[in-house]
């Protein structure tokens, strides 16, 4: 038997400085519908991250506090490498995206129409309309608003969104799974999920290879192996079920969202 193998790396992809920003009007290119009444109570509400809109307010809080990525995979140390990343992993993938989280009790003088300030980020990725499932993730609080209703809204607002039926009022996406990885070390995350319903499953080991300033919060990698060796990050996963939402859970946090 004889065979060929042509493979060659592709470069890898960059965004020109003029599309860093995405398209105006802004296509958010997610592959659902997007309820606003689900995505809000009266604290609290998540509206679809538009760069042009939030990137600024995100940087701004964000930007000088690197500190707050130790439990990351990754960092960025620009505005525009966050850009980039965000237009080439999130936008221009349909089943991935990202909510600016705006805390309703807070008034922004500088953005009135957002209806409040913006407190963080929250996002779903890898979501498989086939198998009905998605992952939480980029899950970010400002530090300004910290140890408020913030953590717990925009995660119950989240869950809700994905797992409410269609046909329920009111609507979700009738997902089976939602997913939650976080850093062994960062308790604090494991502890948000675990408050909010989500049941813990195991440790998934040498999820992610680590850049050299975030090696202290993974694992020694492999000596020889193609990366030259470099840390490694274990992942803990938990997950909130379709069957656990409709046996209990969906009460557990509409209670939350219902304070």
């Not at 995979?73 to 936008?91: D, G, S």
């Not at 499932?133 to 910290?146: C, I, L, M, N, R």
């Amino acid at each position: 038997m004889s065979y060929i193998n042509h493979y060659t790396p592709s470069p890898e992809p960059t965004v020109p400085a003029s599309e860093l920003y995405g398209p105006d009007p802004y296509d958010i290119n997610f592959a659902y519908p997007i309820y606003d009444e689900t995505l809000q109570n009266a604290r609290t509400k998540l509206v679809p991250f538009v760069p042009r809109i939030h990137a600024e307010t995100y940087w701004a809080h964000l930007g000088h506090r690197t500190e707050v990525f130790r439990y990351y995979p990754f960092t960025f140390n620009k505005l525009e490498e966050f850009l980039a990343w965000y237009e080439l992993n999130i936008r221009r993938g349909p089943f991935t995206t990202c909510f600016a989280v705006i805390d309703k009790t807070r008034p922004d003088p500088e953005h009135p129409e957002w209806g409040g300030s913006m407190a963080g980020m929250i996002g779903m990725f890898y979501t498989s309309p086939e198998h009905l499932h998605t992952e939480a993730g980029y899950v970010v609080v400002f530090p300004e608003f910290q140890r408020t209703h913030i953590a717990k809204d925009m995660v119950g607002l989240l869950l809700r969104y994905a797992l409410e039926l269609p046909s329920a009022s009111p609507p979700g996406l009738g997902l089976r799974r939602v997913k939650w990885s976080a850093n062994p070390l960062n308790v604090a995350s494991i502890g948000l999920a675990q408050r909010m319903g989500l049941k813990l499953e195991g440790t998934a080991k040498w999820v992610w290879v680590l850049p050299d300033h975030l090696a202290e919060y993974g694992n020694p990698g492999r000596v020889g192996d193609t990366t030259g060796g470099k840390a490694g990050r274990h992942s803990t996963t938990l997950a909130l079920c379709w069957d656990d939402w409709e046996n209990g859970e969906r009460e557990r946090v509409e209670a939350v969202l219902g304070k």
